[in-house]
């Protein structure tokens, strides 16, 4: 009975911890942290992008980068000009793996990159080693920057 009691509070713990990490943060520069929720989701339009990675086609379904930006306080996110110029996201994934996005890439009168941060591919939820959210960048050559399991993004200058 005790061991049985113990592989239950095992399974709690991790199931607490696994939900607790799949939570993502989006960090401001003034180090405040948003957490990308139902609620700063609920006015944003939902978007559908096609992209290849590994030899596979798959379409992926979430919301644009920008759009989760703005909804988060990020300010501007577009029209940037000076020293704004220099701002820049660090996307992090599970296991550690980072990529960054310079702010001017995501503006629309710069560089327009299109950056879906995805929930679904194919019509379905992500899979686990997938999700629950991934950086899609349909437009880079390669997927080096669609990032899977993402746990935060942190803007910096």
Do not use: C
Not at 75 to 101: I, M, S, W
Not at 125 to 141: E, T
């Amino acid at each position: 009975m005790r061991i049985l009691a113990i592989a239950l509070a095992i399974l709690l713990l991790s199931t607490a911890h696994a939900a607790e990490s799949a939570a993502l943060n989006i960090v401001l520069k003034d180090g405040h942290s948003v957490e990308l929720s139902p609620s700063l989701l609920a006015g944003l339009t939902r978007q559908q992008v096609v992209s290849t990675s590994h030899g596979k086609t798959a379409k992926h379904e979430g919301y644009n980068l920008r759009e989760i930006l703005k909804a988060a306080g990020v300010d501007p996110v577009e029209g940037l000009r000076g020293k704004q110029l220099a701002g820049y996201l660090t996307v992090t994934a599970t296991d550690g793996y980072t990529v960054v996005f310079a702010l001017a890439e995501l503006d629309p009168t710069l560089g327009n990159t299109q950056v879906v941060l995805a929930d679904s591919q194919d019509g379905q939820p992500l899979h686990a080693s997938d999700g629950p959210w991934r950086l899609v960048v349909p437009g880079d050559q390669r997927a080096a920057r669609s990032v899977r399991q993402v746990t935060s993004i942190r803007v910096s200058e």
